[in-house]
RNA sequence: GCCCGGGUAGCUCAGUCUGGAUAGAGCACUUCCCUCCUAAGGAAGGGGUCGCAGGUUCGAAUCCUGCCUCGGGCGCCA
């Protein structure tokens, strides 16, 4: 379409016997406001040239552009501007097809036969799930989509952080004062009861600080594969593991690939080692073996303790080579807290020095601290906002709004206060850019009105209960004109495709929320000013309400946010 | 000190990449609208030195420079 206006404007230059601008590409914007049409030129560079003014220049320029072809309704000047107004009927009919034979996969782009691997959440096997990893799971599996939309083929990798000093501190707790329970003794949710004693520790340590060294020693005899401390761990690891699982499926992101870093956390040294010989690496004179990142502003970093062991970095190496070997992907992405980002700069420099992977092939996906209104969340002073606690208790909020408007079967009340909850959380931690910080107030931010899921999805809800009461469908009819509300929710579903490949672009996720948003705001308004099943445009109406339905939730569906019939 | 992000309405955020037409939402506040497709909705209203100061440009919330301020990072931790 944009081809079009600027063939257009060209041939209209060209007559005027000006020099077409090279960028005149980037000169045509979209305006804000639709009532000053789709596309518009702003005059106002050429009047030095022409030593006219913009208005003037303007409508000269319009009288040579003659009759717009058929996919424009007319050209325009508004002041300096030349406004096109696209033919929203042609537009409508065009997009209406489109949308009914694509269904799901409207927006969606044709496969590129091109692998993503996405690594997330990567939690810690000592506590349970909070808020920061809804964030990132949220995101993770929001981004897996979007890239699914854009043609890529997904894989969604799972790096569990189970082994470590911050483990062995749940286990000691465990082994002084679990007396032996288990979770079904205490009827806990798994993970929350190995949680309990990562907190039980932290409060004995300020009475006894020699359980700190108690837990490094713990740790050394876990290396030493003590079969005792080992199957300990292994019980432990066991019971985090199945609750995290319980919370993924609740949360409903699916993991395609478990890593684990008690496999892999001495591994790498031998790529170290191969990058030392290279000349990549250097050894410092206390052993260590460090890269020098000064020219990238990075400084130096070492890689391999002067004791011959592995750290982070070395065994995130070593991670990323088996997942190259394993997928070979296109393009290998990582979710974590920006706190990471320093880390990550060093890590993708190191790969592509060695020559692991391209650069260009790996990405950061960073996103800003959750905070609560007083502050940060911390683990040890207790002020974390538990994952599992925070989804039962907006359920508990939405059971109540749902009671207080009908008399529900119980399996029915737990299904949709299930999916409107999850869809008021996602769409909440979505919203927001990415890489902004946000802050989390749980009375006032999980509400169920204005900018949020559950209105989305309300407006869903109203769109399926026109079609289910549309009864007959009459043949579409045109009118003379398009009511604005029609012409506008026409033009927002036009938008879609464009949202989906800017999202996958800028690994945002908030366009496609704010998105989602602005379509159901487009809608209500559509729904309040145009009667649809009392019209003589009844035809044209119900296959609009039944279009945006449809976007609506392809939409919803890339934020991980299911659509419900009945609200 | 250096590096990376923020600073837009009372609050939470869009808009900044790719400069244009009166800077937009939601919440909160003041009014309306359920005889009519679900009021978790719609309509109207008040509320802004777009952190500050320069610069570039016909035009700057948007680009450049400096400064102020908040958060994060700069471990042989993860």
Same mark, same amino acid.
């Given at each position: 379409?944009?081809?079009?206006?600027?063939?257009?404007?060209?041939?209209?230059?060209?007559?005027?016997?000006?020099?077409?601008?090279?960028?005149?590409?980037?000169?045509?914007?979209?305006?804000?406001?639709?009532?000053?049409?789709?596309?518009?030129?702003?005059?106002?560079?050429?009047?030095?040239?022409?030593?006219?003014?913009?208005?003037?220049?303007?409508?000269?320029?319009? +009288?040579?552009?003659?009759?717009?072809?058929?996919?424009?309704?007319?050209?325009?000047?508004?002041?300096?501007?030349?406004?096109?107004?696209?033919?929203?009927?042609?537009?409508?009919?065009?997009?209406?097809?489109?949308?009914?034979?694509?269904?799901?996969?409207?927006?969606?782009?044709?496969?590129?036969?091109?692998?993503?691997?996405?690594?997330?959440?990567?939690?810690?096997?000592?506590?349970?799930?909070?808020?920061?990893?809804?964030?990132?799971?949220?995101?993770? +599996?929001?981004?897996?989509?979007?890239?699914?939309?854009?043609?890529?083929?997904?894989?969604?990798?799972?790096?569990?952080?189970?082994?470590?000093?911050?483990?062995?501190?749940?286990?000691?707790?465990?082994?002084?004062?679990?007396?032996?329970?288990?979770?079904?003794?205490?009827?806990?949710?798994?993970?929350?009861?190995?949680?309990?004693?990562?907190?039980?520790?932290?409060?004995?340590?300020?009475?006894?600080?020699?359980?700190?060294?108690?837990?490094?020693?713990?740790?050394?005899?876990?290396?030493?594969?003590?079969?005792?401390?080992?199957?300990?761990?292994?019980?432990?690891?066991?019971?985090?593991?199945?609750?995290?699982?319980?919370?993924?499926?609740?949360?409903?992101?699916?993991?395609?690939?478990?890593?684990?870093?008690?496999?892999?956390?001495?591994?790498?040294?031998?790529?170290?080692?191969?990058?030392?010989?290279?000349?990549?690496?250097?050894?410092?004179?206390?052993?260590?073996?460090?890269?020098? $990142?000064?020219?990238?502003?990075?400084?130096?970093?070492?890689?391999?303790?002067?004791?011959?062991?592995?750290?982070?970095?070395?065994?995130?190496?070593?991670?990323?080579?088996?997942?190259?070997?394993?997928?070979?992907?296109?393009?290998?992405?990582?979710?974590?807290?920006?706190?990471?980002?320093?880390?990550?700069?060093?890590?993708?420099?190191?790969?592509?020095? $060695?020559? $692991?992977?391209?650069?260009?092939?790996?990405?950061?996906?960073?996103?800003?601290?959750?905070?609560?209104?007083?502050?940060?969340?911390?683990?040890?002073?207790?002020?974390?906002?538990?994952?599992?606690?925070?989804?039962?208790?907006?359920?508990?909020?939405?059971?109540?709004?749902?009671?207080?408007?009908?008399?529900?079967?119980?399996?029915?009340?737990?299904?949709?206060?299930?999916?409107?909850?999850?869809?008021?959380?996602?769409?909440?931690?979505?919203?927001?850019?990415?890489?902004?910080?946000?802050?989390?107030?749980?009375?006032?931010?999980?509400?169920?009105?204005?900018?949020?899921?559950?209105?989305?999805?309300?407006?869903?809800?109203?769109?399926?209960?026109?079609?289910?009461?549309?009864?007959?469908?009459?043949?579409?009819?045109?009118?003379?004109?398009?009511?604005?509300?029609?012409?506008?929710?026409?033009?927002?579903?036009?938008?879609?495709?464009?949202?989906?490949?800017?999202?996958?672009?800028?690994?945002?996720?908030?366009?496609?929320?704010?998105?989602?948003?602005?379509?159901?705001?487009?809608?209500?308004?559509?729904?309040?000013?145009?009667?649809?099943?009392?019209?003589?445009?009844?035809?044209?109406?119900?296959?609009?309400?039944?279009?945006?339905?449809?976007?609506?939730?392809?939409?919803?569906?890339?934020?991980?946010?299911?659509?419900? +019939?009945?609200?």
């Amino acid at each position: 379409m944009k081809q079009i206006v600027i063939e257009i404007i060209e041939n209209a230059l060209k007559e005027l016997d000006v020099s077409v601008p090279e960028n005149l590409s980037t000169l045509i914007e979209t305006p804000k406001d639709y009532t000053n049409g789709d596309f518009a030129f702003a005059c106002f560079s050429l009047a030095k040239e022409l030593k006219k003014s913009p208005q003037q220049i303007a409508t000269d320029l319009r +009288e040579l552009m003659h009759n717009p072809p058929e996919e424009f309704e007319e050209i325009q000047t508004s002041g300096p501007y030349i406004n096109f107004y696209l033919n929203r009927k042609l537009l409508a009919q065009n997009l209406i097809q489109e949308i009914k034979d694509k269904g799901n996969d409207f927006g969606s782009a044709e496969a590129l036969n091109k692998k993503l691997v996405i690594e997330f959440p990567s939690p810690n096997t000592n506590k349970p799930l909070h808020l920061g990893h809804l964030r990132n799971m949220a995101i993770g +599996e929001s981004i897996s989509r979007i890239a699914q939309a854009n043609g890529y083929e997904v894989v969604r990798a799972n790096l569990n952080n189970d082994r470590g000093v911050h483990i062995c501190k749940s286990m000691l707790a465990y082994q002084r004062w679990g007396e032996g329970k288990t979770p079904i003794d205490a009827e806990e949710k798994s993970d929350h009861f190995v949680g309990d004693f990562y907190v039980k520790f932290a409060e004995e340590l300020k009475k006894d600080s020699k359980l700190e060294e108690e837990s490094q020693e713990m740790l050394k005899k876990w290396e030493a594969g003590d079969s005792e401390i080992i199957a300990l761990w292994k019980k432990m690891n066991a019971w985090a593991l199945d609750g995290f699982k319980q919370t993924y499926k609740k949360f409903g992101i699916t993991i395609d690939k478990e890593y684990f870093e008690s496999q892999i956390y001495k591994e790498g040294k031998d790529i170290i080692l191969g990058g030392l010989e290279k000349g990549i690496f250097q050894k410092r004179e206390d052993g260590a073996i460090v890269i020098n $990142l000064e020219d990238e502003k990075l400084g130096e970093k070492v890689l391999l303790r002067s004791d011959g062991t592995s750290i982070y970095i070395t065994q995130d190496i070593y991670l990323a080579k088996v997942k190259f070997d394993d997928f070979n992907p296109d393009e290998s992405v990582y979710v974590t807290g920006n706190e990471q980002e320093y880390h990550f700069k060093v890590l993708f420099s190191v790969l592509d020095k $060695l020559g $692991l992977t391209d650069k260009e092939k790996l990405k950061h996906l960073a996103y800003g601290m959750v905070n609560l209104p007083n502050g940060r969340m911390k683990s040890r002073e207790g002020t974390v906002v538990d994952a599992d606690d925070l989804i039962s208790e907006i359920q508990s909020l939405v059971k109540k709004e749902l009671e207080a408007r009908d008399t529900l079967e119980e399996k029915e009340l737990e299904n949709r206060s299930l999916k409107i909850s999850l869809s008021a959380l996602k769409y909440f931690l979505l919203k927001v850019d990415v890489k902004r910080d946000m802050v989390f107030n749980p009375e006032e931010s999980i509400s169920f009105e204005g900018d949020t899921g559950p209105y989305c999805q309300y407006s869903y809800a109203r769109a399926s209960s026109i079609m289910r009461k549309a009864g007959e469908k009459p043949e579409v009819i045109y009118p003379e004109e398009l009511e604005d509300k029609e012409a506008e929710l026409i033009l927002k579903i036009n938008e879609f495709k464009k949202v989906v490949a800017d999202a996958y672009r800028t690994m945002n996720p908030a366009l496609v929320a704010n998105y989602a948003y602005k379509l159901s705001q487009v809608f209500n308004e559509f729904y309040h000013s145009c009667s649809v099943i009392d019209s003589i445009y009844k035809g044209l109406r119900l296959e609009l309400t039944d279009s945006f339905r449809q976007v609506l939730k392809n939409a919803l569906n890339l934020l991980g946010i299911q659509v419900i +019939e009945v609200m």
